[in-house]
Structures are given as structure tokens and as C-alpha cells.
């Protein structure tokens, strides 16, 4: 059975989905996306997503296409019409379709799309196994704290990343390390996670919050502060968290092992913290 999609107020199946050639979106990437977890076929993090679609589309100006009780049924429908057990729902709002000007156009209603996606959360080899992380120069705008469509600078991180047959990039600027392409980056160093503080450099990850919330409960330090190359390649661990990885160890950055080259135990116990509350969460 054909998937099913959802655009601007309809249920359709994926090949008779269809947005115009004007969307703002299509034209200018004048839009705004969200990535929501589904465990157990339930939507997981639901207040935080919700809060970040909301400030993402709050700073670009962009107004919410439905109320956030229909855009939550809509994320429910799609999960429940494609019996979505475990993976993603992806969802993209746009300003809406005009005559291309770069000016905001007058009276146009925004538009949205989304749809699901089946992937491993729970269960994945890289989590199990960890990934490498290869590094590049940060080359992205400087409202990274906006979730943004503008992605073409981590479309060609995460390119690259692929080339060397790595599972992601470590975006680089003045020697400090300010994120994954499509992950928080994180390190461990005698018993302490480091992590980024949250600026328009860096996108507030949704993950990134839970897990200082659920770091504070377990007891173990967290230091929100930038750090260096030369410190990951220092540290006891490594580890990105995303939507998609929710949690995933780094074993070597740029071909250098991290720690024993092994995921470690701060990482594999939070980890486990973040699987517990998910399946809590959604009841399971």
C-alpha cells in the first residue's frame, strides 16, 4: 500500500501529493521544518516539538498554518494511516505560493506538508557500535538556532561525511566545535558531559534538553560550554543526539580513536536513561 502524505489539508498517497512551483519553500527555502520521534507507534517529546515549531516559525514571522491541536491530529493520522510503529514524522511549513519577490506577500496563507518515515530508534547497529566523525569548516548562516529549510551547507557536510565513510560531520569555526550536521555534539571528560550552550550558533535540540534533564536527575554533571577540536580528540567519550539517532556514541573523529574506540559507559547509560523515559513516555 502506497504511503500516505499529507498536504495543506489533505490525506493523499505519496505519488498524487503535489505543492506549487511557487511556494516560497521551493523558491527562496523560506520555510521552516520540525522532526518528531514515533516509539511504539506514539509521538514522543510531544511538548518540546510543539515549543520549538512554535519559536522557529515565531522568529521567521511565518503564521501557523492550523491550530496546534489539528497539527497534532494531523501527525497522529499520518502515524496512525501509515501504521507507523517506530521511525519519524517529518513536517514543513512554508510561507506560502506567490509570484516570486522577496518580500513577505500580503494575504497568502502559509502552507504544510508532512509525512512518515520508518526507521530503527530503539534497535540500531550504531548505537550499539558507534560512528566516526569526520570534521569541516562551519559555513552556515548565522541563525542556526531556527530550524530552518536552508540545509544545502549540512546537505554537503553530511555528503562529505559520506565520502569518508563516516556516519557524521563536526562542523568547525575558530577551533571550537559547534555542532553536528544534523545532530548536538557532545563530550565526556572525567565523568563531565560538555556540550555547546545554546546561541544562535547552534540549534536548540530538543534531545540536547532532555537529556540535561534527565542528566540532572541521574546525578551526572553536565557543563554547557564550548569546546575545542583538540578537546574532543582528548576526551573519554564522544556522542551526537538527533531525532532520528536519539542517542549515538562517536568513536573517532578524523580517523583518531576516542577513548578505547569503544561506545562508553556515561554514553550507553544515558542512553538507556532517554530509552526508558521514551518508552514511558508513550506508555509502553
Known sequence: MSRIVYVNGEYVPEEEARVSIFDRGFVFGDGVYEVVPVIRGRLADRDYFL??????????????????AEYQEVLEQLVARNSLGEGIVYTQVTRGASDRQFTF????????????????????????????????????????????????????????AADQGAGEAWMIEDGLVTEGASSTAYIVMEGKVITRPLSNRVLPGIRRRRLLELAAEAG???EERPFSLAEALAADEAFVSSATTILHPVISIDGNRVGDGKPGPLTRKLRGLYIDHMLEEVGA
Open 105 to 160: 506577500p500580503a494575504n497568502t496563507p502559509s502552507s504544510m506538508a508532512a509525512f512518515t518515515q520508518v526507521m530503527p530508534l530503539l534497535e540500531n547497529p550504531s548505537a550499539a557500535n558507534g560512528i566516526t566523525v569526520v570534521t569541516t569548516s562551519e559555513i552556515r548562516w548565522l541563525r542556526r538556532d531556527i530550524k530552518s529549510l536552508n540545509l544545502l551547507a549540512q546537505v554537503l557536510a553530511k555528503q562529505y
Open 51 to 68: 515549543q520549538r515549531l512554535t519559536r522557529s516559525l515565531d522568529e521567521l514571522g511565518i503564521a501557523w498554518p492550523c491550530s496546534e
Open 220 to 222: 551526572i554533571a553536565f
